[in-house]
């Protein structure tokens, strides 16, 4: 719970302590006169209130978005008056599940939460509200069923992202008709539905010359998206195949993978991505990966905190749900060498 107390400077305590040894003679000294008095009391300082809060994340350092989101957020929380405590279930849902009783059963003044699967935190939110614990969330939205039950959203525009990787897939294709595969991120996770979603959704509606083959789901890794890029590029045909749309970086490089282990050069190929990550802003420099779209994870954990930080002081009114969108910046062999948009992760 938030703590905050008085704490007396070294002239007033000299000045109670004076009071008691001087017992009863002190009603025939002097009084003090009026601006030593004031002079002291002006000297009682306030210590700055601090706050109880649970993260409740899918991923710590153990991954490389986490190495640059954990600490970020643990920076602005000690320059807020924050103690954090933090937990990574690694996307699992059911451990995600416990983490949160353990959580609301503290009962802190927030809850931070990343959904570590966007369908199943609905039990977490609506325990955090019987419970009167504001839950703010990051990097992942809700869904829109359970917005309400949340203070406000800090992260990317994962639809956006979407939107703006078939923006570049568009403008590269132009008006040829050009056939694709398209890895999605992890099954059920918010994130991998909203950029898939608005990647098909800008496709369909900008560049109807551009057909989907086949989509698949992956875990967000190179190894497993390369193995399903290569299942699909056998199921399709690689005759077949003009171009690759993948959820994110890793999926990214392990398309290009399958593409290079059947002997041709993805170069040739239309392809495009989100996250512009250590993995691929260099693809992106090379020409192997034609665009991305930069994602900050020092940008997306300092806002987690500074989120909830508005909601415990008030700064966001009761029933107000606030938004907010990190930057996102189209990545291609234009600016992926400039410095603002250098990868983080």
């Given at each position: 719970?938030r703590?905050?107390?008085?704490?007396?400077?070294?002239?007033?305590?000299?000045?109670?302590?004076?009071l008691?040894?001087?017992?009863?003679?002190?009603?025939?000294?002097?009084?003090?006169?009026?601006?030593?008095?004031?002079d002291?009391?002006?000297?009682?300082?306030?210590?700055?209130?601090?706050y109880?809060?649970?993260?409740?994340?899918?991923?710590?350092?153990?991954?490389a978005?986490?190495t640059?989101?954990?600490?970020?957020?643990?920076?602005?929380?000690?320059?807020?008056?924050?103690?954090?405590?933090?937990?990574?279930?690694?996307y699992?849902?059911?451990?995600?599940?416990?983490?949160?009783?353990?959580?609301?059963a503290?009962?802190?003044?927030?809850?931070?939460?990343?959904?570590?699967?966007?369908?199943?935190?609905?039990?977490?939110?609506?325990?955090?509200?019987?419970?009167?614990?504001?839950?703010?969330?990051?990097?992942s939205?809700?869904?829109?069923?359970?917005?309400?039950?949340?203070?406000?959203?800090?992260g990317?525009?994962?639809?956006?992202?979407?939107?703006?990787?078939?923006?570049i897939?568009?403008?590269?294709?132009?008006?040829?008709d050009?056939?694709?595969i398209?890895l999605?991120?992890?099954?059920?996770?918010?994130?991998?539905?909203?950029?898939?979603?608005g990647?098909?959704?800008?496709?369909?509606?900008n560049?109807?010359?551009?057909?989907?083959?086949q989509?698949?789901?992956?875990?967000?890794?190179?190894?497993?998206?390369?193995?399903v890029?290569?299942?699909?590029?056998?199921?399709q045909?690689?005759?077949?195949?003009g171009?690759?749309?993948a959820?994110?970086?890793?999926?990214?490089a392990?398309?290009?993978?399958a593409?290079?282990?059947r002997?041709?050069?993805a170069?040739?190929?239309?392809?495009?991505?989100?996250g512009?990550?250590?993995l691929?802003n260099?693809?992106?420099?090379a020409?192997?990966l034609?665009?991305?779209?930069?994602?900050?994870?020092?940008?997306d954990g300092?806002?987690?905190?500074?989120?909830?930080?508005?909601?415990?002081?008030?700064?966001?009114?009761?029933?107000?749900?606030?938004?907010?969108f990190?930057?996102?910046?189209?990545v291609?062999?234009?600016?992926?060498?400039?410095a603002?948009?250098?990868?983080?992760?």
């Amino acid at each position: 719970m938030r703590k905050s107390r008085l704490v007396l400077a070294p002239a007033v305590m000299l000045a109670v302590s004076a009071l008691v040894l001087s017992g009863c003679a002190a009603a025939e000294e002097t009084t003090p006169d009026a601006d030593s008095t004031t002079d002291a009391t002006e000297e009682v300082v306030e210590e700055a209130e601090t706050y109880e809060v649970y993260a409740l994340l899918p991923q710590g350092s153990d991954q490389a978005y986490g190495t640059f989101y954990v600490p970020a957020m643990e920076e602005a929380a000690a320059e807020l008056g924050i103690n954090l405590t933090i937990t990574n279930s690694q996307y699992d849902g059911d451990k995600q599940a416990s983490e949160c009783e353990i959580a609301v059963a503290a009962k802190p003044d927030g809850i931070i939460l990343w959904p570590a699967v966007g369908d199943a935190v609905r039990p977490c939110l609506e325990a955090a509200k019987a419970a009167g614990i504001p839950v703010t969330v990051t990097n992942s939205d809700l869904f829109d069923a359970d917005k309400a039950l949340s203070r406000g959203y800090s992260g990317p525009d994962t639809y956006g992202q979407g939107v703006s990787s078939a923006e570049i897939m568009c403008g590269l294709v132009g008006d040829a008709d050009v056939s694709i595969i398209q890895l999605n991120g992890a099954a059920g996770n918010s994130t991998a539905i909203d950029r898939d979603n608005g990647f098909t959704d800008t496709v369909a509606a900008n560049c109807a010359n551009v057909t989907i083959l086949q989509e698949e789901s992956t875990d967000w890794t190179k190894a497993t998206a390369q193995q399903v890029a290569s299942e699909m590029i056998t199921a399709q045909g690689l005759e077949n195949i003009g171009g690759i749309y993948a959820a994110d970086d890793s999926i990214a490089a392990g398309a290009i993978a399958a593409l290079e282990s059947r002997g041709v050069v993805a170069a040739d190929y239309f392809i495009t991505s989100i996250g512009n990550t250590f993995l691929g802003n260099p693809l992106v420099i090379a020409g192997s990966l034609d665009g991305t779209v930069f994602q900050s994870s020092s940008w997306d954990g300092e806002n987690a905190t500074r989120l909830m930080y508005a909601v415990l002081t008030g700064e966001i009114a009761e029933g107000d749900r606030e938004v907010k969108f990190m930057p996102s910046v189209k990545v291609t062999a234009d600016n992926a060498a400039d410095a603002d948009v250098a990868p983080e992760w």
